[in-house]
């Protein structure tokens, strides 16, 4: 392998490597919105509302403040 090879190769190897860095960083914050979601879950003194939005199968109350689900596992 010549050098300017090499050079490129070692770049999309530590390229890679950023990427895997960066996801780990993604579901951490996501682990801590789930967190932040089941805390605001229990302090919002929520006010249930019908989500006519919701095209999912699932319950479709949100509460019309902090707009998490009636029920906290969709959440
Ligand atoms: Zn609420």
Do not use: G
Not at 42 to 56: A, I, M, P
């Amino acid at each position: 392998m010549n050098q300017s090879s090499l050079e490129l190769a070692n770049q999309i190897n530590i390229t890679y490597s950023n990427i895997h860095h960066k996801e780990e960083e993604i579901v951490m914050l996501k682990q801590e919105i789930t967190q932040l979601k089941k805390k605001l879950f229990n302090t919002c003194e929520h006010e249930w509302e019908r989500d006519w939005d919701d095209r999912s199968c699932h319950s479709s109350w949100l509460c019309k403040h902090c707009k998490l689900y009636r029920n906290p596992n969709y959440n």
